[in-house]
T-cell receptor, first 111, second 111 residues
Framework: AQSVTQPDIHITVSEGASLELRCNYS??????LFWYVQSPGQGLQLLLK??????LVQGIKGFEAEFKRSQSSFNLRKPSVHWSDAAEYFC?????????FGAGTTVTVRA | SQTIHQWPATLVQPVGSPLSLECTVE??????LYWYRQAAGRGLQLLFY??????ISSEVPQNLSASRPQDRQFILSSKKLLLSDSGFYLC??????????FGSGTRLTVV
């Protein structure tokens, strides 16, 4: 069975500071991994995805994530956070047909 | 380009009333279609997915059903709503291993 754990429910970060969101997964094979962002009351937007190859993945809005097989992790990072990055972030693992999502991490950006 | 439409955006329904949420995708053919539910403070729970017309897979036993009468149309229904059906419902589509693209969601409140 596949599952995703996002250990941090809520993170507060200052504008301009770096951000790292943790994601650990459980999957029986080589996983497909995703990070999504959700603004309040909106649908989810795909930030980046990993299928194979280079373990450091670049996404939209200046985000990147690194796949570490030995740690079963796919952490999301951004070097310098903007106020518009305040949102909820979801990590997901799956295959062609089904994704399993983590419970999400809410990011608050303070001025 | 592909677009996904989901409506209505918000819905308030009394307990015991029926439900019909509709989702349509444009700009692609034979997509995989999904219904997710997001409860407050929780991640996304996959409810149903479909890989073709008339093909519905249910992930969680519940008070809801889904149908796919046309290639790019996916409907979520209930004959009698329960209070526990309240939540944020998201439709999504994917093609192969691209990851899900989400609609803007429907906020359902059962009163």
């Amino acid at each position: 069975a596949q599952s995703v754990t996002q250990p941090d429910i809520h993170i507060t970060v200052s504008e301009g500071a770096s951000l790292e969101l943790r994601c650990n997964y459980s999957y029986g094979a080589t996983p497909y991994l995703f990070w999504y962002v959700q603004s309040p009351g909106q649908g989810l937007q795909l930030l980046l995805k990993y299928f194979s190859g280079d373990t450091l993945v670049q996404g939209i809005k200046g985000f990147e994530a690194e796949f570490k097989r030995s740690q079963s992790s796919f952490n999301l990072r951004k070097p310098s956070v903007h106020w518009s990055d305040a949102a909820e972030y979801f990590c997901a693992v799956g295959n062609d047909y089904k994704l399993s999502f983590g419970a999400g991490t809410t990011v608050t950006v303070r001025a | 380009s592909q677009t996904i439409h989901q409506w209505p955006a918000t819905l308030v329904q009394p307990v015991g009333s029926p439900l019909s949420l509709e989702c349509t995708v444009e700009g692609t053919s034979n997509p995989n279609l999904y219904w997710y539910r997001q409860a407050a403070g929780r991640g996304l729970q996959l409810l149903f997915y479909s890989v073709g017309i008339g093909q519905i897979s249910s992930e969680v036993p519940q008070n809801l059903s889904a149908s796919r009468p046309q290639d790019r149309q996916f409907i979520l229904s209930s004959k009698k709503l329960l209070l526990s059906d309240s939540g944020f419902y998201l439709c999504a589509w994917s093609k192969g291993s691209l990851g899900d693209t989400f609609g803007s969601g429907t906020r359902l409140t059962v009163v």
